[in-house]
Every structure is written in structure tokens, then in C-alpha cells.
């Protein structure tokens, strides 16, 4: 496994927004990010849908202007990785509070206490939150990347620990029906 770290704004730089390209559910006249979540109750791993507060806006920023954008939050720092075909990570605990945007491969999350799982595609809509970190969850989740390519992961952690403000939309990873399009 290949990774390494390097500060938030030289990824920027040099890729493009992942929320631009991804799911969003509308909302009246406003479009908003759907995202699964892996979290936590009462000590427990849990998969939840969130939609993120703030909707979509048009961007007014040179080479992007006229297109939807949305502000994830701030950030930390980020990490790239390179997991080899067929990877088992095991069962862990998000070590902190952050986005994993998979840009390629296919991963499968798994909790050990339950039979929530979800599949999740690299690329556009390989975007989750990873939230259940040792305080709040004692269990962790199983993630496992069966594919036979490589799978590229970026970890974008927030800054402070704060998640993003949020609507949990039901139990479970968002369906594909709420991440469709913007």
C-alpha cells in the first residue's frame, strides 16, 4: 500500500472538486449533496444517507464560472493512497473525522454487528464521511476492496473534528436513486 500525505491545498491544485461531479437530491429550487456516512450510536457503527445543509450554488470563480459548486468545509490535511486489487482493511475505527473520496476500484463496507453494508464505486460517485471514530463507535466498520485494479483513496480530514451540517435522510448508504445527478 502506497501513501502519502502533503498539505490540503496542493491537492486542490491539482485535482478537480469531487463535489462538482457528484449526487445531489433537489430540494425545491436548490440542489443538495447526498452522502453515506459511516457513524456512530450508542457506541455502535452505523450507515446513514446525509444531505449536507448548504445547497449547490453557482460558481463565479474564473474556469468554473457558471457551473455547480459547493463548499465542503474546512480541512486538515489530505492523504492519498493506493490500495492493491483484493485488499482486506479489516475491521477498524475512522482514525479521525473525515471525507474519503475514492477515485477509483471498488471498496465494500461492512459493519460487524450488523448486516448494513454498502458498495461503493470509485470515481464520481465514490464520495463518503467517515465519522466513526473510537469515541463514538467501539466497534468500527469492515472495509475490503475486492476489485481486481488498484483503488486510489483520498482521506480529506476536517478541520477541528467538526462534521458538516447535515440531514441524516434515513438508515442505511444512500441508494443510487438519491445520488443521481445534480
Same mark, same amino acid.
Given at each position: ?15 478537480? %472538486? ?15 449533496? %447526498? ?22 450554488? /453557482?460558481?463565479? *470563480?474564473?474556469?468554473?464560472? &457558471? /457551473? ?21 482493511? &479489516?475491521?477498524?475505527? @475512522? ?7 475514492? *477515485? ?9 454487528? +450488523?448486516?448494513?453494508? @454498502?458498495?461503493?464505486? &470509485? ?10 471514530? @473510537?469515541?463514538?463507535? @467501539? ?18 480530514? *476536517?478541520?477541528?473534528? *467538526? %462534521? ?7 438508515? &442505511? ?6 445520488? +443521481?445527478?445534480?
Amino acid at each position: 500500500m502506497l501513501k502519502l500525505t502533503f498539505p490540503l491545498t496542493l491537492l486542490l491544485s491539482i485535482l478537480p %472538486n469531487p463535489a462538482l461531479s457528484l449526487s445531489s437530491a433537489t430540494s425545491s429550487s436548490s440542489s443538495y449533496l %447526498n452522502i453515506t456516512s459511516i457513524t456512530g450510536r450508542n457506541r455502535v457503527s452505523v450507515l446513514e444517507c446525509w444531505q449536507l445543509a448548504s445547497p449547490f450554488a /453557482t460558481s463565479d *470563480v474564473p474556469g468554473v464560472a &457558471g /457551473t455547480a459548486a459547493l463548499g465542503l468545509g474546512d480541512f486538515a490535511n489530505g492523504t492519498y493512497t493506493v490500495l492493491p486489487p483484493r485488499f482486506d482493511g &479489516g475491521l477498524h475505527n @475512522a482514525p479521525v473525522k473525515q471525507y474519503v473520496w475514492f *477515485v477509483s476500484g471498488l471498496i465494500h463496507l461492512s459493519l460487524p454487528n +450488523a448486516t448494513a453494508e @454498502a458498495w461503493v464505486h &470509485g470515481g464520481k460517485y465514490g464520495l463518503i464521511y467517515a465519522d466513526d471514530t @473510537a469515541d463514538i463507535s @467501539a466497534w468500527g466498520h469492515i472495509t475490503r476492496y475486492p476489485g481486481n485494479d488498484e483503488t486510489v483513496a483520498l482521506a480529506i480530514p *476536517v478541520k477541528d473534528g *467538526v %462534521n458538516p451540517k447535515h440531514t441524516v435522510l434515513h438508515d &442505511g448508504p444512500c441508494t443510487m436513486g438519491e445520488g +443521481a445527478g445534480v
